[in-house]
């Protein structure tokens, strides 16, 4: 089975060690690349990623619509559109951020829709958190909670 993995990129290390689990049982799995490094044009001699340089650089209010860095966001989303396209399932990667259990932030929620809208499977590795106000959009997608156990991925 193909399956692409969907989750915020501040949980790309347990991502990482999923993907491998999956790998050694055999499934064909895609991941999100890691946050794209900002060009020198932006950060100079510093090595930045896309969320970090946003924040330090003033916050994302700084960035108006328009502005060049929002090219490098539209190219990561529509790149991991492509594993969700390739795919035959994905599986949304949802721990504790900001102290919110079951996270699932708004990019994740659109590779949701996006999966859903293909009609691709879709597993959700634990319980969608009750303080997400899109948790009810998430559940008529009718995902499979799999409360952590990667073996009930069929």
């Known amino acids: 089975m193909k399956i692409t993995l969907c989750g915020s990129i501040g949980f790309y290390k347990e991502i990482e060690s999923i993907r491998d689990s999956l790998i050694k049982n055999g499934y064909e799995v895609k991941i999100p690349e890691l946050p794209l490094e900002i060009p020198r044009e932006f950060s100079g001699d510093k090595k930045y990623y896309f969320g970090q340089y946003i ?24 790149d991991h559109y492509k594993k969700i396209d390739w795919c035959e399932s994905i599986l949304v990667i949802n721990l504790e951020k900001k102290g919110v259990d079951g996270y699932i932030g708004g ?44 073996s009930l991925i069929k």
């Open 107 to 150: 990019n994740t929620l659109i590779e949701i829709g996006v999966a859903f809208y293909l009609k691709k499977q879709i597993f959700i590795l634990n319980p969608v958190s009750s303080e997400l106000s899109y948790k009810q959009e998430i559940l008529g997608m009718k995902p499979i909670i799999i409360n952590g156990d990667l």
């Open 55 to 78: 924040e330090q650089n003033g916050g994302i209010d700084n960035f108006p619509v328009g502005h060049k860095i929002w090219s490098l966001k539209e190219r990561a989303i529509r």
